[in-house]
């Protein structure tokens, strides 16, 4: 038990570091992120962090900016859940019963678009599965019950710049609830390193994640809209709503995008109160995503 509250505490430790404060911005890569974005309407927050490189380079605009998270929460449930596993409180092999009157309608979900009569049972890995790879909304809030709430992530990760109040059936209630969750760029980028090292959870589970998270099938004109085909990316999606003003309030990605056996890059690009159209946004993520493989990629 002691062992587990000093892995927990190291954890807080390393998430709540200033981001990579003794490593080297290079101006001109971040001129080019720049002009990406230039003109654009819509409020973009960068954060780039590339690893295995001969030296870390650090590439941020808007970085220390909270912004709205939307399904990008995903990852921090995976992992608050992975952990409960780990703690032996849970196992990915367990059965959980779902409920007909739990697939709600009105909220993205996969799961009940191909069950809608419910009352079956799941193991939790499937659960996990649906929740990281198609985005289901149904399944998140599933999980979070299980595991205590919104609030159970949000001590788990313990971390100012990352804010989770909201499961997804609060986040559908009006139009700003859907803003409570935020976090910053640079706070999506710690963690992702944090993760991929091995420092959140332990090796089995982390590969594991990784894979799944390789295997999203959400967001694919994003973050690997312009890479080739052959490009691995483990990654989060977030979206929301479009008003009748023509304003779509957040579309996310972040992730890793793998160069080499030994060379990455993190990778967070939030996009919020955008009037560019839903593709055009997309489309920024996607230009950004290329322009950092291109660059980093020689």
């Not at 309407?41 to 605009?61: F, L, N, P, Y």
């Not at 049972?121 to 198609?134: A, D, Q, T």
């Not at 205590?148 to 100012?160: H, R, T």
Request: charged share 25%; glycine share 6%; hydrophobic share 40%.
């Amino acid at each position: 038990m002691k062992s587990k509250k000093i892995i927990l505490t190291l954890f807080i430790l390393f998430i709540s570091l200033p981001l990579f404060s003794q490593n080297n911005t290079n101006p001109e890569f971040k001129k080019v992120i720049e002009t990406i974005i230039a003109h654009k309407k819509a409020d973009i927050g960068v954060s780039i962090v590339t690893a295995g490189t001969h030296k870390k380079e650090v590439t941020q605009i808007n970085g220390n900016k909270p912004l709205p998270m939307l399904s990008t929460f995903k990852f921090p449930v995976a992992l608050a859940v992975l952990h409960k596993v780990e703690k032996g409180e849970l196992s990915l092999q367990q059965k959980i019963y779902i409920k007909k009157e739990e697939l709600l309608e009105d909220t993205y979900s996969p799961f009940r678009e191909k069950y809608p009569e419910g009352n079956m049972e799941l193991s939790l890995e499937e659960c996990i599965h649906w929740m990281m790879v198609y985005s289901d909304n149904n399944l998140t809030d599933i999980l979070i019950r299980l595991i205590g709430g919104p609030d159970y992530v949000q001590n788990f990760i313990n971390s100012k710049d990352i804010v989770i109040k909201n499961d997804e059936e609060g986040m559908h209630k009006d139009w700003d609830s859907q803003f409570i969750n935020t976090i910053t760029p640079n706070a999506a980028i710690r963690l992702l390193e944090q993760f991929y090292n091995g420092k959140i959870l332990n090796k089995e589970h982390t590969k594991w994640l990784y894979t799944v998270m390789i295997n999203n099938a959400t967001g694919t004109k994003r973050l690997k809209g312009k890479l080739p085909k052959d490009v691995k990316v483990a990654h989060r999606t977030g979206t929301s709503f479009t008003n009748k003003a023509g304003m779509t309030g957040a579309i996310n990605n972040y992730g890793i995008i793998e160069l080499s056996d030994k060379k990455r890059i993190y990778i967070a690009v939030f996009i919020h109160d955008t009037f560019e159209t839903f593709e055009n946004s997309e489309a920024i993520i996607a230009d950004i995503a290329k322009a950092a493989y291109n660059y980093y990629n020689k």
